[in-house]
């Protein structure tokens, strides 16, 4: 365990299903990120939080929407989603101004959309 | 916009030899790199570091090496071990800023 927990481990859900998956921490860290990674792609930043607000939103399609409600858990809701949206979603975690060597991973939540 | 490249998906070598894994950057702005290293069914988990200060950092058999003019790192194996064999992914970012940008990694090998 990273100290990162991202639920669930696994998710297969249809194209007009609503779900969402959630990242936990309890490192004392005060920026979460999601992460998107597809087959032979580079890691995708997609949502970046410093306390609780959103900093960054790197042209996600709106069928993703994040939510922070405290600096311990971010959730990525996930709705009408595409086949092509099947990927790994790395949740991270880092003290916020201290590089990016403080990032903590997830385990991650493997997605398909069917 | 990929930022961040590396070049070759895979590579293999003998247990006990040198891996070289490089990683190549466009965005002169980056002054922070990282390998990251990822097993299956695991998030990435954090490797060595280096910063635009220097041009190598060592941590037991794991060498960074940054070359800023070519805007190229690499990070050095040596010896080998079956155990090594995993995802190794670059990163780069501007140090103190969130956004740090991902190569699409490299699937070492160590063959025994």
């Known amino acids: 365990e990273t100290g990162v927990t991202q639920t669930p481990r696994h998710l297969v859900m249809g194209m007009t299903n609503k779900k969402s998956l959630k990242c936990e921490q309890h490192?004392?860290?005060?920026?979460m990120y999601w992460y998107k990674q597809s087959a032979k792609k580079p890691l995708e930043l997609m949502f970046v939080y410093n306390f609780k607000e959103q900093t960054e939103n790197n042209s996600v399609p709106s069928r993703f929407s994040p939510e922070c409600p405290n600096s311990s858990h971010l959730f990525l809701h996930l709705h009408t989603l595409q086949p092509e949206d099947s990927a790994l979603y790395l949740c991270?975690?880092?003290?916020?101004?201290?590089?990016?060597?403080?990032?903590?991973f997830g385990s991650g939540t493997r997605l398909t959309v069917v | 916009d990929q930022q961040v490249k590396q070049n070759s998906p895979s590579l293999s070598v003998q247990e006990g030899r040198i891996s070289i894994l490089n990683c190549d950057y466009t965005n002169s702005m980056f002054d922070y790199f990282l390998w990251y290293k990822k097993y299956p069914a695991e998030g990435p988990t954090f490797l060595i570091s280096i910063s635009s200060i220097k041009d190598k950092n060592e941590d037991g058999r794991f060498t960074v090496f940054l070359n800023k003019s070519a805007k190229h790192l690499s990070l050095h194996i040596v010896p080998s071990q079956p155990g090594d064999s995993a995802v190794y992914f670059c990163a780069a970012s501007e140090y103190n800023n969130n956004d740090m940008r991902f190569g699409a990694g490299t699937r070492l090998t160590v063959k025994p």
């Open positions: 490192l004392g860290h005060n920026a």
């Open positions: 991270a975690s880092s003290p916020l101004g201290q590089g990016a060597g403080g990032y903590t």
